[in-house]
């Protein structure tokens, strides 16, 4: 059973503040998404990567891919307040099923 | 273009009962896969249909079934329900399969006591 490891867990910080979330796995991943969830609401997707070192840029995130393919990180620049949510990271393996880390709490409190 | 369409979004059953819950697509994709979020477990699949066809299942029991119709839209059904079943359940379509990219529905709340 593979396994997708996200860390930390929670995450409160500051406006302003950097922060950078983890997900890690001992299987080599076929693609990664990251998802961002709020209270009450279904994921939604953010950014999906597919190549070992691919690096992604979405306004003030930046998604790493590593490059044995069995890691990511997800680092965000001067959070502010609506950043707040679960993050969460989604691996595809060869069975073709996406299986969903426990996910990162991030508050940024204004 | 119309997001994922989750109904109903509460629901509340007892024991022992079953519930049905309607997952309607983006139109055009063809993949629907079903979700159980528990603040314990997390996000746990449940199985996935492709063109009318469950394409991938997830560790669940029998209790826990899908259908999709000709048109994309899924339901789902869990029969003889427990108290564990309390969870929020999310649908997601894709244009080729969940491994790719999914888009989520707001999820049916479901509540057993």
């Known amino acids: 059973t593979q396994l997708l490891e996200q860390s930390p867990q929670f995450l409160s910080i500051q406006e302003g503040e950097n922060l950078t979330v983890y997900c890690n796995s001992s299987s080599v991943f076929s693609s990664l998404q990251w998802y961002r969830q709020e209270p009450g609401e279904g994921p939604v997707l953010l950014v999906t990567?597919?190549?070992?070192?691919e690096v992604k840029k979405l306004k003030r995130l930046t998604f790493q891919f590593g490059d044995a393919r069995k890691d990511s990180s997800l680092h965000i620049t001067a959070a502010q307040p609506g950043d707040t949510g679960l993050y969460l990271c989604?691996?595809?393996?060869?069975?073709?099923?996406?299986?969903f880390g426990a996910g990162t709490t991030v508050t940024v409190r204004a | 273009k119309a997001g994922v369409t989750q109904t109903p979004r509460y629901l509340i059953k007892t024991r022992g009962q079953q519930v049905t819950l309607s997952c309607s697509p983006i139109?055009?994709?063809?993949?629907v896969s079903w979700y159980q979020q528990t603040p314990g477990q997390g996000l746990q699949f449940l199985f996935e249909y492709f063109s009318e066809t469950q394409r991938n299942k997830g560790n669940f029991p029998g209790r826990f079934s899908g259908r999709q119709f000709s048109n994309s839209r899924s339901e789902m059904n869990v029969s003889t329900l427990e108290l564990g079943d309390s969870a929020l359940y999310l649908c997601a379509s894709s244009p080729r399969g969940a491994y790719t990219e999914a888009f989520f529905g707001q999820g049916t709340r479901l509540t057993v006591v």
């Open positions: 990567v597919v190549t070992g070192g």
């Open positions: 989604a691996a595809a393996w060869n069975d073709y099923k996406l299986s």
């Open positions: 139109s055009g994709h063809r993949s």
